[in-house]
Every structure is written in C-alpha cells, then in structure tokens.
C-alpha cells in the first residue's frame, strides 16, 4: 500500500473532508500507537508501513509498557485538540485501517501485546472468554 492509498483509506473511513485532514490524524494516531509497541511487533508493522507512515509510527520512543485503551484515546484527543469521542473516532479509523494493511496474523498479535480495550479501536470485536 503507497502512503497516498493509505491517507484515502483513513479519509474514507473517517469522512475526512480533506487529504490533509486525515494525514494528520493518520500521523498523530501512528505517533502514539509507536510510543506503545516494542520488539517485533513493533518491527512487524513497521516493515507494513508506508515509508512515510513508518517514520511517523517509528519516531517516539517506546514506552516500557503500553497504556489501556482509554489512556490511548486521551494522548490522541490532546494532541488532537479534540473530545475523547472524537479521538476515538480518529484511532479506529487509523487503527481500522492498519488493521486491513498489516491483515489478520499481525493484528491478532498487535492485540495480544496492547492491554485489554483496544480490540474495538482495530474495528474487531472484543470477546470475552467465556467462564468455565
């Protein structure tokens, strides 16, 4: 996928009235979503990566481990200027769309790494095991 097909996407998703518009959720949603992956899912989803994209997601730091959901969608509605509605808005389309990029395997891993919470944000449902 070339960056320009992937900014489309998430203005697809997300009725984003511009390129701009979605480019810059596109790059705030990659930017928080780098601090909270390591090793090699970190390294997986990056090698899926647009160029662009990728030196986005790649240049914070990691943090030692990943926040819930939640803590997710406040970094994104900061840096947004935006209500946490409205960021979680902006991650799912983001997540959703790098859901359909880095396909099922790496999203299941990606899932298994983050907390418990951000199935939703990758437009998957999020089951609980049922209680034996």
Known sequence: MTRHSLVQHVRELGRYSSDQEAEQVLETVLGILGSQLTGEERCALAAA?????????????????????????????????????GARWDASCVLTALAD??????TDRLLAYLPRGYALLFGRADLTPAAA
């Not at 990029?101 to 790496?106: E, K, S, T």
């Open 101 to 106: 990029l880095a396909g099922n395997q790496l």
């Open 49 to 85: 990566l647009p160029e662009h994209a990728r030196a986005a997601f790649v240049a914070p730091i990691p943090l030692d481990r990943p926040v819930t959901a939640p803590a997710f969608a406040e970094a994104v509605a900061r840096t947004l200027h935006t209500t946490l509605a």
